[in-house]
């Protein structure tokens, strides 16, 4: 038996039942870095491979209690949020983060399935910038999703992107361009004010299922074991792009990265 701390990252996250993304990516990318997860689903889902078919949203009060319930018996290192799935689940989670300031708190926002399926309405995204945004710490949008919760024109460079988000209260936005085109991928880092970092990522064949996923449970995960933020973020973009390199065909859709 062993009383050293183990870092431990507190997951809110939708159930992808084919595995590929949502709460299970979360679990083998933190179990692969020696951390701890703690999962509060915020949402079930019919999907597979290629697409989500239907959200079916959890209740909010249920998300409160189990976090609660978490918060009060172990200790939390980070809180990563992925899929949200409802107004009621966002003003939860941000409410839940106002008791933990201490917290960092990383945000993949998904917006949208792989295949561009809308996973967010109009009501949904006002909620995230007006109560979730404001208490980030990294926030991992593609530029799709940077500019749905931006609300700037499709020619908004991503610089004017990463300001407006930065404008919002998020303290580091990540812009990654996956959706972009180019034989290179280039993910772009905003920290007070200004652009502070581009990484430029081959482009690989195919399309993947859990990228976003991956890269910001992974943020989390080095958060967690105590790198500082940039560095954090500089290891999880090395890791998700050896997971997306070694994907696998599981369905009949989209490669799933391999996380071990």
């Known amino acids: 038996m062993t009383t050293a701390h183990i870092p431990t990252v507190l997951c809110f996250s939708g159930h992808d039942p084919s595995g590929g993304a949502g709460v299970q990516s979360d679990i083998e990318v933190l179990t692969h870095f020696n951390c701890h997860p703690c999962s509060v689903l915020t949402c079930l889902t019919v999907q597979d491979s290629a697409t989500v078919h239907r959200l079916i949203p959890l209740s909010a009060n249920d ?24 107004v009621k689940c966002v003003e939860a989670i941000a409410q839940l983060i106002q008791q933990h300031p201490h917290l960092p708190v990383v945000f993949d926002p998904v917006l949208a399935s792989g295949d561009g399926t809308s996973l967010a309405s109009k009501a949904l995204i006002a909620s995230i910038q007006l109560h979730l945004l404001p208490l980030v710490t ?34 580091y936005v990540l812009i990654t361009g996956g959706h972009d085109s180019g034989n290179l991928i280039c993910n772009t880092l905003f920290h007070n004010s200004r652009l502070i970092d581009k990484s430029n990522w081959p482009r690989l064949a195919g399309e993947f299922h859990g990228s976003g996923c991956t890269l910001a449970t992974a943020i989390a995960a080095q958060i967690a074991l105590g790198k500082p933020i940039r560095k954090a973020i500089q290891v999880a973009q090395q890791y998700t792009d050896h997971s997306l390199r070694n994907a696998v065909q599981i369905g009949k859709g989209q490669l799933f990265p391999n996380r071990t």
Not at 65 to 71: D, H
Not at 154 to 165: D, I, K, R, V
């Open 63 to 86: 998300m409160v209690e189990q976090a609660n319930t978490l918060l009060n018996d172990i200790s939390i290192d980070v809180i990563k949020i992925g899929l949200t799935g409802s």
């Open 138 to 171: 990294v926030l991992t949008p593609n530029s799709l999703e940077a500019r749905q919760l931006t609300g700037l024109t499709p020619t908004a460079s991503n610089e004017q992107l990463g300001q407006q988000l930065l404008s919002l209260g998020v303290e």
